[in-house]
């Protein structure tokens, strides 16, 4: 299959942190694919939107206005407030850069694109892409050529930024018993691909980088919205039915991670947040995927919920007590009335 003609929608969803926003658009501004349009949705209210465009747009800026919006695309959708329409300033590729209405979430501000786009002809296949990433130039078109090769879910070399020679995973594993997440791969070099033993254990591709393709997204349907951060990457994967999960060991991806609301730490340094809502969201998607053994997951949640208390860190503790809790009632969505809720504007 050729892939010389297939076009991207790139989605990225920003949460006030334009300055993430603008490196991983410059690298996209750096890519050897030229048919790609950008997607972004600013999560964080009217005052980041306003900040996130005075810090992309501009003469001595990443992008520059667009005059023509004639588009359907250009235009505000049911859950976007606003829409400024972009293009970089040494390409034509258009960026879109949207307000979301209210605090979508994760899954949520990705979906406030790719719903919309399910009725635009033309595009082949979306890359949902973390905020805090930086691509290769040649990531796009090998992420691409293996989804061409029958992969209707691709990874590619994730790495931190600071240990760029090791890969973060090739995967996640959602272990049925146990109800943990598996990064499948830690810290292999560089350059190496999952052995087809561990390409079998992957369940989804991380979040942070993924591309699908446009019939992977037609059959499965959107990104989970109820869980509002973290799982919706495994709750995709888990349903992709007939889809096959590829890795594209040559597409690079720089990844900072963690930088909305502190994940990218130690776990007992961890923001309360986070916590709450890894937490939360592993029973959640257990009560979904796992059956009667949610159960079991609650237990092995207590011992980590223990594990923070053991590391002196008894408020984690309390939090991850809260999370399982409010997991096992079927609590979805954002975490208002939280301690360090505000932390979601």
């Not at 996130?52 to 005059?67: C, E, I, K, M, W």
Request: charged share 20%; net charge positive; aromatic share 8%.
């Amino acid at each position: 299959m050729s892939t010389a003609n297939i076009k991207l929608a790139v989605i990225i969803v920003s949460y006030c942190n334009a300055e993430d926003v603008d490196r991983c658009l410059k690298s996209l501004a750096r890519s050897d694919w030229n048919h790609l349009e950008v997607f972004i949705c600013e999560n964080g209210g009217e005052a980041a939107y306003r900040g996130l465009l005075a810090a992309l747009v501009g003469p001595d800026r990443t992008l520059q206005r667009s005059s023509d919006a004639s588009d359907t695309l250009d235009q505000p959708q049911k859950r976007l407030a606003a829409v400024a329409k972009c293009r970089f300033q040494d390409r034509t590729n258009a960026v879109r850069v949207g307000l979301a209405v209210e605090n979508l979430g994760y899954g949520g501000g990705v979906n406030t694109w790719l719903e919309p786009l399910l009725a635009v002809p033309g595009w082949g296949a979306v890359l949902v892409l973390n905020p805090d990433t930086e691509v290769d130039s040649r990531s796009l078109s090998e992420l691409i050529a293996k989804s061409a090769e029958g992969f209707g879910m691709v990874g590619g070399s994730l790495v931190f930024d600071n240990t760029p020679d090791k890969i973060i995973n090739y995967g996640l594993h959602w272990s049925r018993m146990t109800g943990r997440v598996v990064a499948v791969g830690r810290n292999a070099p560089i350059g190496s691909a999952p052995s087809v033993e561990d390409l079998g254990r992957i369940d989804a591709v991380s979040g942070a980088c993924v591309l699908v393709t446009r019939a992977f997204v037609e059959d499965v349907g959107l990104m989970a919205e109820d869980y509002f951060l973290y799982m919706e990457d495994l709750d995709w994967g888990r349903r992709r039915g007939k889809h096959r999960i590829g890795f594209a060991s040559k597409a690079i991806i720089r990844h900072i991670g963690g930088t909305t609301i502190g994940s990218a730490v130690a776990p007992e340094k961890r923001s309360h947040l986070s916590i709450y809502l890894s937490a939360r969201n592993g029973i959640l998607y257990a009560r979904r995927f796992a059956g009667w053994r949610w159960i079991c997951h609650f237990g092995v949640g207590l011992l980590f919920a223990a594990r923070y208390m053991l590391k002196g860190s008894v408020p984690a503790a309390k939090v991850a007590f809260l999370g399982l809790l409010d997991g096992a009632k079927g609590k979805t969505g954002r975490p208002d009335a939280m301690p360090g809720a505000q932390e979601l504007g």
